[in-house]
């Protein structure tokens, strides 16, 4: 029996009625090209092969590879492929034709800039399911004034559009993690919907913002932006950054870029 690696951050799930349930979650059919992230001892390999769908497992751990072409051995639409998933090139598995759904159980450790790394392959995935952090789940579909909304909910939410499915116990994996799970799914948005004329300038805007919580959005970009436009982009200059809505950020990033031309 394969171990879990810390270095990897593996937890397996071993729960059954989990696994199926997010197997049901991800609305996978035989039409689809799946692309599982971290497929593990295969568990939820398993669900989706029996959707019919064509199933590419991203694998890092090499001692797993062998484990799962002999558990897949007679699986005509299972392949696996020995990489990094932060540093893979996603649209390199889609078509114009036929973009990609992916899911996962990620590794805590890495979840976010994976995500963001996933993001840049927007334009060739129909959609995305993931096990992650309970806590990284809040953030990321957290509405503006809570506690959880941050720079991370921002860009996050610029780009895709977040919905929390359920919450997953850690006795549900082998070992235990130390921290509760969520599923959550995750749906690109169309280029022209929020439309930042410079998604950089977005970012650069949104991290300063973050950069102190406790302070007023005026102050904290009074040093790097004009803070004259924060009143034509109809946004409160006395406000904490949490309040302002990823709408709000977009404008005033597009007012900023105007300026600056």
């Known amino acids: 029996m394969h171990r879990a690696r810390k270095r990897f951050g593996q937890n397996f799930l071993h729960d059954q009625h989990i696994i199926q349930r997010i197997g049901n979650s991800t609305g996978v059919t035989a039409a689809d090209h799946v692309v599982e992230i971290g497929p593990g001892r295969g568990a939820l390999t398993e669900v989706l092969l029996a959707t019919g769908a064509k199933v590419t497992a991203i694998e890092l751990d090499r001692d797993l590879l062998p484990i799962l072409r002999t558990q897949?051995?007679?699986?005509?639409?299972?392949?696996?492929?020995?990489?990094?998933?932060?540093?893979?090139?996603?649209?390199?598995?889609?078509?114009?034709?036929?973009?990609?759904?992916?899911?996962?159980?990620?590794?805590?450790?890495?979840?976010?800039?994976?995500?963001?790394?996933?993001?840049?392959h927007r334009n060739h995935i129909i959609d995305m399911h993931f096990m992650l952090q309970k806590e990284v789940v809040d953030r990321l579909c957290a509405e503006p004034g809570t506690g959880a909304y941050s720079k991370l909910t921002v860009m996050a939410q610029y780009y895709c559009r977040p919905a929390w499915l359920f919450n997953v116990p850690p006795g549900a994996f082998t070992p235990q993690p130390k921290v509760d799970s969520a599923i959550i799914r995750l749906v690109p948005r169309p280029a022209?919907?929020?439309?930042?004329?410079?998604?950089?300038?977005?970012?650069?805007?949104?991290?300063?913002?973050?950069?102190?919580?406790?302070?007023?959005?005026?102050?904290?970009?009074?040093n790097d932006f004009d803070i004259d436009l924060l009143e034509k982009a109809g946004i409160d200059a006395g406000a904490r950054p949490e309040v302002i809505s990823v709408t709000d950020y977009?404008?005033?990033?597009?007012?900023?870029?105007?300026?600056s031309q």
Do not use: C, M
Request: proline share 3%; glycine share 2%.
């Open 72 to 120: 897949f051995f007679n699986a005509d639409n299972f392949t696996v492929i020995e990489g990094d998933a932060l540093r893979f090139d996603f649209s390199t598995l889609a078509t114009a034709e036929k973009p990609i759904k992916l899911v996962g159980n990620l590794p805590y450790n890495i979840s976010t800039p994976l995500i963001f790394h996933l993001l840049e």
């Open 192 to 222: 022209e919907e929020l439309n930042a004329k410079d998604a950089r300038l977005l970012s650069r805007l949104v991290r300063t913002a973050f950069s102190q919580r406790r302070k007023t959005i005026r102050n904290n970009l009074k």
């Open 250 to 259: 977009v404008r005033l990033s597009n007012l900023i870029a105007e300026a």
